[in-house]
């Protein structure tokens, strides 16, 4: 048996920009990629949005008809569905998915995974279990979809997944599961001895690095994402990929995906420079990399933050460019404290959204006024924020 297995494709990413394309392309090289498979399974994130466009829904579900044209022995003979829910009728190679972080909508909403359930494309779990026959061998799917990191845990114990008997068994949940953590801001309530016994694989979604390890003698697969889109440092060191199971073992099969080159610097006076000296390094390659700059350091209270648009512009042919300031303003700490104190407070939430924009403007040092924003709001005026906030004068 062979099932495929990828995740995070996050279609949608960067639509209408340069790299629109990018995770489209992913997820079809990925497809391709799959073809002679029983299976395929998709650890969540396949869309970037909750509310995709209809042109980026149409795009995804155009590009999962190629798997529907494929043959495959897969069939869906058995499944553990929450009440009321009929079995699809699979077309191809089956795709069984759940919904990740990006798609999450509130119960009685339908998000992107279900709809595409409701067209025919694909089986979508959430704390259910689906049983295949492939040529007399038994495959069995359990899915767990993206739930707020804080409620995993209660979410996991109550299901309580447990393998089936004579089959092959797939735990797929999209966590962060210690020791795999995708944001500090979202504490995992899940680790790894938290996961229960008895399957042949696990396979988690959510971080876009990758890891493929032997864990309770078995398999643990960190599938990462089929797209750069927020980026760690981990990511640009291993290549995007989707992987294949035969009820054994674990295999990786890279995909071409845009080269992503990280950079770290240091705030100094001169930073500018340095930055491109840097980029005018460059050798020129198709299609054109990402570069990841990170920029460290602290800034004095009444420092203007660096504006560092015009060299992403001057270097845009060459490479897309995405400096992120990861500068610490003297007296952050202060902000902590006031988020805290504002936390307590029952303020309204214009009052709250108001003192937040305050006490974030004095930050950026841009010279704009939070009550002058809302007076730009009022009359429309988007672009002179954005400008003032960007540090652009006019
Ligand atoms: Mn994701």
């Known amino acids: 048996m062979r ?12 639509w209408g920009e340069e790299r629109g394309d990018d995770a489209f392309n992913g997820l079809t090289e990925a497809l391709e990629k799959s073809k002679g498979s029983d299976i395929i399974l998709i650890a969540g994130d396949l869309f970037d949005s909750r509310i995709p466009k209809p042109e980026i829904f ?11 044209n494929q043959h495959s022995d897969a069939k869906l003979i058995d499944a553990k569905l929450k009440e ?29 995974i279900q709809a595409l359930e409701h067209t025919g494309h694909l089986l979508h779990l ?55 953590i995708y944001s500090p801001l979202e504490p995992p309530s899940l680790k790894l001895e938290d996961l229960p016994s008895g399957f042949d694989l696990y396979v988690l979604g959510h971080m876009h690095w990758s890891d493929s390890r032997r864990f309770q003698g078995t ?49 100094d006076s001169d930073i500018r420079q340095k930055i491109e000296a ?32 015009d060299i992403e512009e001057r270097f845009a042919d060459k490479a897309i460019i995405n400096i992120n300031k990861a500068l610490q303003v003297e007296g952050f700490a ?44 009022v009359e429309g005026r988007t672009d002179t924020i954005f400008n003032a906030l960007m540090g652009i004068k006019q």
């Open 58 to 68: 149409a795009r995804v579900a155009r590009a999962l008809s190629a798997a529907q």
């Open 3 to 14: 099932i495929a297995i990828f995740s995070d494709c996050h279609c949608g990413y960067a």
């Open 278 to 309: 840097e980029l005018a390094k460059l050798p020129v390659m198709q299609p054109k990399p990402i570069v990841a700059i990170k920029i460290k350091g602290t800034l004095a209270v009444n420092d203007v933050p660096p504006n560092f648009a």
């Open 219 to 267: 398999n643990l697969l960190v599938a990462g994402s089929t797209c750069t889109t927020s980026i760690h440092k981990i990511e640009t060191e291993q290549p995007k990929s989707v992987w294949f199971f035969d009820g054994n073992v674990v295999e990786r099969a890279s995909l071409n995906s845009r080269k992503v080159i990280w950079k770290e610097f240091t705030f």
């Open 126 to 180: 959430h704390c259910e279990t689906a049983v295949f026959d492939i040529a007399g061998k038994k495959v069995a799917v359990h899915g767990m979809s993206g739930v707020p990191e804080r409620y995993a845990k209660e979410c996991l114990v109550g299901w309580h997944p447990r393998p089936v008997h004579g089959a092959i068994n797939i735990l797929m949940l999209h966590q962060s599961i210690e020791p795999y």
């Open 84 to 112: 009321g829910r009929e079995l699809p009728t699979l077309r191809g190679i089956p795709i069984v998915a759940i919904h990740g972080t990006h798609e999450r909508r509130s119960k009685h909403l339908i998000n992107p």
């Open 334 to 377: 202060d902000q902590i404290e006031l988020l805290a104190a504002l936390k307590q407070s029952k303020m309204s939430p214009e009052e709250l959204g108001m003192a937040l924009l305050a006490e974030n403007l004095k930050a950026t040092n841009c010279g704009i006024k939070a009550e002058e924003i809302f007076d730009l709001l």
